[in-house]
């Protein structure tokens, strides 16, 4: 990001979300249908923050949104209710998906940044 | 719809219910206050308006001062016209909040009740808690009585929600002495003032949901310096012309003149008093009288104490010989504000006039004209002399053995 | 100018009494003040309340006066509170009190050789208002003795004052303004 002087600053220290104006609400509009501006965090990669990745294994998930609702970075991507995966460029790897994930075995496991997330999906353990 | 109040056109009001019918006319949509003495009335007066159907806005009761600036922040971000009142322990507490407001650069105009700071616990008047605000990035006027209370909280929210200022003000009158005291005083008609100040312009609001803004961002060393910078150069570029153009129209109004900096006597003075608040209209009496003794007496009194008006300053005493700075605050181990910002201010002129400093009136002490007198007849020495005949730094009005410094 | 000052206890309606005061004489083109002073006024303890009533526009902000009256509202004040404090050679005293003015001189002999004026305002007000408010019989007293306006007039202009009281109060308050006008000697 460019560094602005001082004469350059919008009063109040004020950031918009958006480089445009709206014609909708924004919950309605699809994060990457968004005109996020510049200063907006989404803009911000921060993947590489992470020391473990959690991994979603689409066949054992209820789309219960447990991960979607506590997740403090909005990092799980839902579409109408249904889980499709982990936004990786911003999540941080806490692991609280994993917590939360109410499934036997859990559908969101972390594994090593290595290791690829198709011979995660083979590791899985079973049912306890 | 709000009702109508017929007023007379004089009134007999103390300076807090001419603050109170001032908001009240502003049509102010969220007042967030909590109470205490001496500007309680101003919110009491206000909720008796709310009750009685003459105002449309929001009163939010809260749990401390520090609620209170906090809602007036969060709704002033919202988009709505803003105001709320307080004094002493009450302003000290909300002096956090002060700064995310102005920091923001959100318009809400304060009305400050002066009255001294604890401990020892006093309720009366003095400039302690306007001092305290100096620094806060609002935009500080002064009120010498009733009227000006009036007035000046009325122009108040046409200063601050100017588009190129955009700032929070405060409108100062002493406690108990403009605040409980009623004298006569020229209301606007609810529509005269009404069309004074205008609709309230929204700018970048917060519940404007086809443009979400974030106020009250983080900034580390990288940009904290540069905002702050066009903060401090707003204040000192924006703010003195855009309140002369609306002292002017207001003038145009009603016929009352107001100035950055207000002159008595100064055309030919040779010795002047620099004070504020109440202070100065005894003073102008006190400098009347002194004329009459062959004294060149003045009075030079900020309307405005943040942004300080240098140059006004400047201008107003480049003539006199001495010059007395009235600080009613203590100052606790330095010399009082008054004298160091007029110090400064002079000392960027070709005049060197000899300046003192007095300290007078805290905790509500009496200040009489006895007093006033005294520190004519000593400036006039001093201008005689060329030089101080006094130590630098005096307490007026004290008990005990004579106080004074340098 | 013209400077009274009142002895009062808090919530006897000294600082109304002043104020309502102010009013009337503003409504005349007149320039007025009324203030008090304030420690940690609970109900009964002694204060003073203050008019300041000019031609022209009041400048003056100090506390301190020499009064040309003194209104005493509460009939125990004059024995305890200094009601002669900084005051002059003509300051004229309305007091509070049952007592007839040579028992009150007798009592009270700093007020010996001053012009005093007794009036029995707590009694009228029980009476006329019901309640212990001395305030509003005083100003009728103060309008007999000073000359400032006529009974008619000032009553007239009361109850512009007292406009948003029901009309049993503002007739009481009248009735009691008028019995002091009369009574005071």
Redesign the interface.
């Known amino acids: 990001m460019k560094y602005l002087g001082w004469d350059e600053l919008l009063p109040g220290a004020i950031l918009f979300s958006f480089d445009e104006e709206l014609d909708k609400d924004p919950a309605e509009i699809l994060p990457e249908d968004r005109p996020y501006a510049e200063t907006n965090s989404h803009e911000a990669y921060v993947g590489d923050w992470r020391v473990l990745k959690p991994v979603y294994n689409r066949d054992l998930c209820i789309d219960c949104q447990f991960c979607w609702v506590y997740c403090p970075d909005v990092s799980i991507i839902s579409r109408d209710k249904k889980m499709i995966g982990v936004d990786y460029d911003h999540c941080k790897g806490c692991g609280v998906c994993v917590e939360v994930c109410p499934t036997n075995p859990k559908s969101l496991l972390m594994f090593e940044e290595r290791i690829d997330n198709d011979e995660a999906l083979a590791q899985w353990p079973e049912k306890q | 719809m709000a009702e109508k109040m017929q007023l007379?056109e004089?009134?007999?009001w103390?300076g807090n219910m001419s603050a109170s019918q001032a908001l009240r006319q502003a049509q102010i949509d969220v007042v967030a206050a909590y109470p205490i003495t001496?500007s309680t009335p101003v919110v009491e007066n206000y909720g008796n308006f709310l009750a009685n159907g003459y105002i449309d806005g929001e009163f939010i009761m809260v749990e401390s001062e520090h609620a209170a600036m906090s809602g007036c922040v969060g709704a002033a971000a919202a988009g709505g016209r803003v105001a709320t009142a307080t004094s002493s322990q009450g302003f000290a507490l909300m002096v956090e909040v002060l700064y995310q407001a102005s920091?923001?650069?959100?318009p809400i105009v304060l009305a400050v009740v002066n009255r001294a700071l604890a401990a020892p616990l006093n309720?009366n008047g003095d400039h302690s808690d306007m001092y305290l605000g100096r620094d806060s990035g609002w935009v500080q006027l002064d009120a010498f009585?009733s009227q000006q209370a009036y007035d000046l909280t009325l122009m108040a929210f046409r200063i601050g929600e100017d588009y190129n200022v955009?700032l929070p003000v405060m409108v100062h009158q002493?406690g108990?002495?403009?605040s409980?005291?009623?004298?006569?005083v020229n209301p606007l008609s609810d529509d005269e003032a009404y069309e004074f100040i205008g609709d309230y312009k929204k700018v970048?609001p917060m519940l404007d949901?086809?443009?979400?803004?974030?106020?009250g961002?983080q900034?580390e060393e990288?940009?904290h310096?540069?905002?702050k910078?066009?903060?401090h150069?707003?204040l000192m570029t924006k703010i003195f012309g855009v309140t002369q153009d609306v002292f002017d129209a207001f003038e145009e109004k009603t016929g009352r003149k107001y100035n950055l900096v207000e002159e008595y006597f100064m055309d030919d003075a040779e010795v002047a008093i620099v004070a504020l608040g109440?202070?100065v209209?005894?003073a102008?009496?006190v400098a009347r009288k002194m004329r009459e003794e062959g004294i060149k007496a003045g009075i030079v009194a900020p309307r405005m104490i943040r942004p300080w008006p240098h140059e006004q300053i400047k201008k107003a005493l480049s003539k006199v010989k001495a010059i007395a700075c009235l600080d009613r605050s203590s100052p606790n181990g330095a010399l009082g504000m008054l004298y160091n910002e007029v110090t400064a201010s002079l000392y960027q002129g070709d005049n060197r006039p000899i300046i003192s400093n007095y300290i007078y009136g805290l905790g509500g002490r009496?200040?009489?004209?006895?007093h006033i007198t005294d520190i004519f007849k000593e400036l006039d020495a001093n201008a005689k002399e060329g030089k101080l005949t006094t130590p630098l730094q005096q307490f007026i009005g004290l008990r005990g053995p004579k106080l004074s410094f340098y | 100018m013209l400077e009274i000052r009142w002895h009062s206890r808090a919530g006897q309606g000294a600082v109304t009494g002043a104020k309502g005061l102010a009013d009337v004489v503003a409504r005349t083109g007149k320039y007025v003040q009324a203030f008090a002073f304030y420690g940690s006024a609970k109900r009964g303890a002694p204060m003073t309340a203050y008019n300041r009533v000019d031609e022209e526009e009041i400048l003056i902000h100090e506390k301190f006066m020499r009064p040309d009256y003194v209104l005493v509202i509460d009939p125990a004040l004059v024995f305890v509170a200094d009601v002669t404090a900084h005051e002059k050679d003509s300051t004229k005293y309305i007091i509070t009190t049952h007592l007839s003015k040579e028992e009150l001189i007798e009592s009270q002999p700093k007020l010996k050789g001053k012009e005093v004026y007794i009036v029995d305002c707590m009694q009228i007000s029980l009476d006329t208002i019901g309640r212990a408010i001395p305030n509003t019989p005083m100003l009728g007293a103060l309008m007999k003795v000073s000359g400032m306006f006529d009974l008619e007039y000032f009553q007239n202009a009361m109850k512009s004052v007292l406009s948003k009281f029901p009309q049993k109060i503002i007739d009481a308050n009248m009735a009691a303004i008028e019995r002091a006008y009369n009574s005071v000697k």
């Open positions: 007379n004089v009134e007999v103390d001496p920091g923001m650069r959100l309720v009585n955009r002493d108990f002495i403009t409980h005291t009623a004298q006569n970048n949901l086809a443009k979400p803004v974030t106020y961002v900034t990288d940009w310096f540069e905002h910078a066009r903060q150069h707003d109440s202070t209209e005894t102008e009496m009496d200040f009489t004209i006895e």
